[in-house]
């Protein structure tokens, strides 16, 4: 990276959250002087204890935020949101005001004070719907299918026309499933407390063979600060991604592999009802940008295998 993050005053929304606080220990491990402002409903304080003593961290709504009091940032990673697709589907009207509108109006308050600063924001693959063609590239169609990726992708395009009017020098980073300590969802966490509750056997979604891309939250992390650093930050978009393949059953062999298990699996046969068969990544854009996955899917899996028994007190 050729920025150099001493001393750089760093305002991390969500920055309590699976990939946030990931993101904060990276940027106070690079020296930077970081702001957390998280509404700890969905992350919490516990995620940053590693840091605690050296961050600020506000307990704030971004709903109700006056962004004016964070214009001193030198860089804005917006990461605060519902992050997940159920709860945009059941309300609407709270996703887009999470997701949107607090978004719009930071994108406002950026526009009205000439905010000489850069500003990355968490976008995701829902934007694309269901892909027309593997590897799914930035260029391909954006057909979104939830409130959530609506909400994602309208704050992009807004994102990318202030940055084309305004000069304001932002990016957006569309992250694919991550996984990694601290997260207590999404399928490597599942198939772990699977696990967890029965040693014999492990129900799995379908064949197995559908394909995924799995990619390690710390280098979700450093993706974005990577784009900070070295994007155009023009308003352009960039898929976050492992870039490599591989089956679900291959995740669940490696996962018992690592944990001296040998589960019957079963196979329920059939997809969840919208689980595309193949859902991979074209992350040539970031790499362009020097970014390289750094972690091997077996150490993070090692990872997360660490954390839960840390956590839950698991024995294997
Ligand atoms: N985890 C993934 O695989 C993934 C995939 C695509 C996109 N994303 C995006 O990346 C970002 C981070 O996701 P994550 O997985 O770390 O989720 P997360 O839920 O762990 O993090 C979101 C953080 O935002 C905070 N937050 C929520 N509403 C808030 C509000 N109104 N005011 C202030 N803070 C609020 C939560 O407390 C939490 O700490 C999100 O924008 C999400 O949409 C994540």
């Known amino acids: 990276m050729t ?12 920055g309590a959250g699976f990939i946030g606080s990931h993101l904060v220990e990276l940027l106070v491990d690079a020296g930077a002087d970081v702001t957390v402002v998280d509404l700890l409903c969905s ?13 600020t961290l506000h307990e704030a709504d971004i709903r109700e935020l006056d962004w004016r009091e964070h214009l001193a940032a030198d860089v804005i990673f917006h990461f605060a949101a519902n992050a997940y697709v159920p709860p945009s589907v059941e309300s609407p009207s709270f996703d887009y005001e999470t997701n949107f509108a607090a978004t719009f109006r930071l994108l406002e308050t950026l526009r009205e004070a000439k905010w000489p600063g850069r500003l990355v ?24 299918i939830s409130p959530y990726g609506v909400g994602k992708l309208s704050a992009e395009r807004y994102l990318n026309v202030y940055a084309q009017l305004y000069g304001l020098r932002m990016a957006a980073v569309r992250f694919f499933s991550a996984y990694g300590p601290r997260q207590r ?47 155009e930050l023009t308003g352009e978009v960039y898929n976050v991604g492992a870039g490599r393949e591989y089956t679900i059953d291959t995740l669940a062999k490696s996962l018992c592999a690592l944990l001296g298990l040998s589960p019957e699996f079963r196979y329920t046969g059939v997809n969840r009802p919208g689980d595309p068969e193949k859902l991979v990544v074209d992350i040539g854009r970031l790499e362009s940008l020097g970014y390289r996955p750094e972690f091997e899917l077996d150490d993070g899996l090692a990872e997360v295998v660490r954390w839960y028994d840390e956590v839950t007190g698991a024995r294997w």
Do not use: C
Not at 3 to 14: A, H, I, K, P
Not at 216 to 222: E, G, I, P, Q, S
């Open 185 to 231: 969802k999404q399928v490597v966490f599942d198939l772990l407390s699977k696990l967890d509750h029965d040693r014999t056997q492990l129900p799995i979604h379908g064949d197995g063979t559908q394909v995924r891309d799995f990619l390690y939250v710390l280098d979700a992390a450093r993706s974005a600060m990577v784009v900070a650093a070295d994007g």
């Open 43 to 55: 992350g919490s304080a516990a995620n940053l204890a590693a840091v605690a003593d050296r961050i």
């Open 121 to 144: 924001f968490a976008s995701s693959a829902a934007v694309y719907g269901n892909a027309v063609r593997v590897p799914i590239a930035e260029t391909d169609p954006t057909v979104p």
């Open 3 to 14: 920025f150099d993050w001493t001393g750089r005053s760093v305002l991390v929304t969500g």
